[in-house]
């Protein structure tokens, strides 16, 4: 992907556009294409802290002056308090990722190329600048602007800091604050020159959609300076420990890693174009701990979800044969399990794990039925057998957080002052909005039966087979007698003593998607009908029906609009799912290629190669929540997979069921 002049050079546009390189250390390396940091999240090199689940920016840019005999160009760019300065983008003549951010500099008649480059399995940053053209030399300097701090504040105060800095060998030390990594900078050729300066009143524009904005203090503790010939380059190598200054060859690991992002982790190539560098941006930022999986959710952002964790792990296991690693994987969320319901958070080693989400459970029994129905390897079910089964017992029996089976068999949970929904709402009077027996739970809830029921067949477990199969018939009818709306064309969204609801909310889809479904083709077919009318758009599926009244209902995420109708392009592959089990006469491929076109448009615009957590189209478009949110790109990833593979036709599934509960 390139960007000339015509973008680069209006600061308005340049602005908006950002590249990302990360690796699968959970390290990143973040700018915009005219090298002015927008964002606090932004930096040279930022990487996980050692002990806290938390980035930090430790070098958060260079500031670069090119000297061209005795006049002097500043090629880069900085948002001020006040104003932008210096107004290096003039510069710029053209930027590209190939596969590396590349600038290329037009000062005189001098062309300069810059490279950056992350490695993918060493915390490292590498970058290069080259004089492509003969002619007279030129001197460059180069300010490293340190930071050394989480990305999610900023350096307000400047007392106490360790401004000290080591000279070594052909090296660059600084150790600015104590338990937070350290910076070397090693570079191939010319001096360093230490200072001790400040630079004051940054401010980054695009924090105003998650901060309260405010300018920040960065720390330059000198300048690099090098005379570069026509041809020659001056290289430098950025990191948090100690490096072998003999083993560090820019040509070998260029060569390397430009090898490594040819190689397809996964077993599935997609075939569109812009799915290809998003797949390759996503397996980039899987992480392997211990023999198991961590999917970041947002590489800018440290929080993680066990929702949407489960949704990267269900892609993982249709696109890779890396068997071994979702095992360990499923087998340490079983770990978290607190009497039979999982953590809403996936908790890291810093991390108390938040219990207050009765879905996730039944999730996991899906995400467990999806590794065996693609490997068909019974002695892991065996395994895993009787924490799952806890999970059902538990819901049935009664757990935490009011969640219980009924006598009709569906699962009542939460109350007014307690939330269970993955759809967090409240009302005007700060009540819980949803709660009672909610679709989502009770659509997982029969689909958990049915998988149990199938599973004990499986390993012989006759007698819970015929205690399953009991509360499955109780369930089956419940469902279809109370949760499908008279004109069968849709589902209520919940029910309790003092109402039965009939918001359409994306939830709608889950009874569609699953393998296991207690609703006819006729009733499928309406409520998909009804979907694609009020939910559906080319940039996926609305989180409420477009001909909804906004209640009031809300909550600190972006006011509850993000509930209310904004769209969330993750859920593309629950759609293409959905219509490939109750198939109807709409050619899915073109449905792909045409409709959902503008979905993968976004990853060229905003963050390069990524897809928002949400956006509302109303008012123009509008990005929300996270721009690298992980989940949206493994969802198209797992759509284009589902069109070329297709998936289990109704009349199969409606089998097995019927073996199942026989």
């Given amino acids: 992907m390139e960007f000339h002049k015509d973008v680069l050079q209006d600061i308005k546009k340049a602005q908006r556009y950002e590249w990302l390189e990360a690796n699968s250390l959970g390290a990143y390396s973040s700018s915009t294409i005219c090298g002015m940091n927008t964002k606090r999240e932004h930096g040279l090199l930022v990487t996980p802290h050692p002990t806290l689940n938390r980035k930090v920016v430790t070098l958060a840019k260079f500031e670069e002056t090119i000297f061209v005999e005795n006049k002097l160009y500043e090629i880069s760019t900085n948002s001020y308090k006040d104003s932008i300065y210096p107004h290096g983008y003039q510069y710029l003549e053209k930027f590209c990722l190939d596969p590396f951010p590349c600038f290329f500099y037009q000062i005189e008649d001098r062309r300069i190329r810059k490279v950056t480059l992350l490695l993918e399995n060493q915390n490292i940053l590498l970058v290069r600048y080259e004089l492509l053209n003969q002619g007279r030399p030129v001197t460059l300097v180069i300010k490293p602007f340190i930071a050394v701090r989480f990305n999610d504040v900023l350096n307000t105060e400047i007392q106490g800091l360790n401004t000290d800095t080591y000279l070594g060998e052909s090296f660059v030390r600084w150790a600015p604050r104590g338990k937070m990594p350290e910076l070397y900078i090693y570079f191939d050729k010319g001096e360093f020159i230490p200072a001790t300066l400040w630079y004051h009143g940054f401010v980054y524009p695009k924090d105003y959609k998650n901060y309260q904005p405010g300018p920040e203090d960065l720390f330059n503790p000198g300048f690099f300076q090098v005379d570069i010939k026509p041809y020659e380059t001056f290289d430098l190598f950025i990191s948090v420990n100690a490096l072998d200054k003999y083993k560090l060859d820019f040509e070998e690991q260029y060569f390397l890693e430009s090898r490594r992002r040819r190689y397809h982790y996964f077993d599935f190539i997609p075939q569109h174009n812009q799915l290809k560098k998003m797949t390759k941006n ?83 029994i899906q995400i467990v039925y999806e590794y065996y129905l693609k490997t068909n390897e019974l002695k892991f079910v065996e395994d895993v057998f009787d924490r799952i089964r806890s999970i059902v017992d538990l819901f049935q029996k009664g757990t935490h957080f009011n969640t219980y089976a ?48 199938l599973f004990a067949n499986q390993l012989g477990k006759k007698r819970l087979s015929f205690k399953y199969k009991q509360w499955i018939k109780k369930v089956n009818a419940s469902f279809s007698k109370k949760f499908i709306l008279p004109e069968e064309n849709g589902f209520y969204d919940f029910i309790n003593s003092n109402e039965e609801n009939q918001d359409f909310r994306i939830n709608q889809i889950i009874p569609l998607i699953l393998p296991f479904s207690p609703i006819e083709p006729t009733m499928a077919h309406k409520a998909l009908k009804r979907i694609e009318e009020e939910l559906l758009t080319p940039y996926g599926l609305r989180s409420r029906s477009i001909y909804d009244a906004n209640d009031g209902a809300a909550n600190g995420k972006n006011g509850g609009s993000y509930f209310n109708g904004a769209i969330w392009p993750w859920t593309v592959s629950w759609y293409i799912k959905a219509l490939l089990k109750w198939p109807s006469d709409k050619k899915i491929d073109k449905i792909w290629n045409n409709y959902f076109e503008p979905l993968l448009s976004l990853a060229t615009n905003g963050l390069i190669g990524f897809i928002p957590e949400a956006i509302k189209i109303e008012n123009g478009l509008e990005r929300l929540g996270k721009e690298d949110f992980l989940p949206s790109i493994a969802s198209v990833i797992l759509a284009e997979y589902q069109i070329l593979n297709g998936s289990i036709p109704p009349e199969e599934e409606t089998e097995i069921t019927e073996k199942a509960t026989s």
Avoid: C, H
């Fill in 406 to 453: 009924d006598k009709d068999g569906l699962i009542f949970s939460g109350e007014r002052k307690i939330n269970v929904s993955w759809i967090p709402l409240k009302s005007k009077e700060g009540n819980v909005y949803r709660y009672g027996k909610l679709l989502e739970v009770n659509a997982l809830w029969y689909n958990a039966l049915n998988i149990m029921i």
């Fill in 282 to 364: 996503f397996q980039r930022t899987i992480q392997i701990k211990e023999d198991k999986l961590n999917f970041p959710i947002s590489l800018f952002n440290n929080k993680s979800q066990t929702f949407f964790f489960m949704q990267e792990l269900s892609a993982f296991i249709q696109l890779s044969e890396n068997y071994q690693l979702i095992k360990n994987t499923i087998k340490d969320l079983l770990k978290t399990l607190d009497a039979g319901i999982l953590p809403s958070n996936y908790p890291y080693v810093d991390e108390r794990p938040v219990y207050n989400q009765v879905d996730l459970s039944l999730w996991l």
